[in-house]
């Protein structure tokens, strides 16, 4: 019977408490304070105290609306209120329908020689400690025997799995977590990528490891791994329960349109419209939040309107000319 899987992961390992390093540093330097401006951009409307205009933007400014870098963090946490919270857990059982396993799992870690190590019970999974927890960004670690000298083991079918089908973990206080497969790789043992396997990613995956090939009866072993790489199924995202405040006195003046601000956290923008013969509406312009709020149009007889745009992309209804 198998004592380890022998992927040498010491590597890894500093990868990963290098890579954690960092995200802690940068999330600490993000959480200082931003000095405040004191320049402002006074606004014969009422308008916010916006600061000055030439402040760093912190979008391309060949987006529809820019964003100044000072407001970036705003707008970033009130988006990131669709995105429904996932709950990283640590893993107790791992449930694969498309296979009929159900098995429990175990903290392990690693061995004196670098590798990942493996439960002594054959129909027990280990899960890498010292890696992320299912559910974080990042690749959490599963690894199972595929079979012992009393035959399969509780990985024997794994290399059966297809795309999509669903891997179910489940925590301490019973809550579970569906990941997905995205693809299954056969790595000689000493050419298995490390840094894929075990290193950092933008997405929340979860790898399952066991040996496969033809079993050497003179070394014990098996000479490659097999690796299932799945992906967590998420919620789609929820729309903010918000919709856009249309701007209050809109106005022209000779060729000079202008409205009031709309002071709602969540506006990021302005779009101007003039309405044509036919009855539709044409953009003519867009205006971000911080920018003053009038434009220069070329048909003071023109009938115009506009609408406010938040951060989710919602836009208010129209806002006519004031009479």
């Not at 405040?36 to 400014?61: F, W």
């Not at 407001?71 to 694969?96: C, M, N, R, S």
Request: proline content about 5%; aromatic content about 8%; hydrophobic content about 35%.
């Amino acid at each position: 019977m198998m004592k380890k899987i022998s992927i040498t992961i010491g590597l890894a390992l500093t990868v990963f408490l290098i890579s954690y390093g960092v995200i802690l540093a940068n999330e600490n330097f993000k959480a200082q304070p931003e000095p405040k401006s004191t320049e402002e951009n006074s606004q014969s409307q009422g308008d916010e105290k916006l600061g000055s205009l030439t402040e760093k933007i912190a979008k391309n400014t060949d987006e529809e609306f820019p964003i100044l870098e000072r407001d970036q963090k705003k707008f970033e946490e009130l988006a990131v209120v669709q995105e429904p919270d996932v709950e990283p857990l640590t893993p107790v059982a791992l449930t694969i329908p498309s296979l009929d396993i159900n098995a429990d799992i175990i903290n392990v870690g690693l061995l004196d020689d670098g590798a990942m190590e493996v439960p002594e019970n054959v129909n027990e999974i280990g899960w890498f400690e010292p890696g992320v927890k299912p559910g974080q960004i990042g690749n959490a670690v599963l690894a199972g025997h595929v079979d012992s000298y009393e035959g399969p083991a509780i990985f024997f079918n794994l290399r059966d799995l297809q795309e999509g089908d669903e891997i179910i973990v489940t925590g301490e206080k019973g809550e579970e977590l569906t990941f997905a497969v995205t693809s299954l790789e056969s790595y000689a043992t000493d050419e298995a990528p490390i840094e894929k396997i075990f290193g950092t990613s933008d997405s929340r995956n979860l790898n399952l490891i066991t040996c496969t090939g033809s079993f050497n009866r003179d070394s014990g072993e098996y000479p490659d791994r097999l690796v299932v790489y799945t992906e967590l199924v998420e919620d789609e995202p929820e729309e903010l329960e918000y919709t856009p405040t249309p701007p209050e006195n809109v106005e022209i003046s000779g060729t000079q349109l202008s409205w009031h601000a709309v002071r709602d956290l969540e506006v990021v923008g302005y779009r101007v419209y003039e309405e044509l013969e036919d009855g539709s509406k044409d953009l003519i312009d867009s205006i971000s939040y911080f920018e003053r709020k009038s434009i220069t149009v070329d048909n003071d007889a023109g009938s115009y309107s506009v609408t406010s745009v938040s951060v989710d992309g919602k836009e208010s209804e129209h806002a006519q000319i004031s009479n």
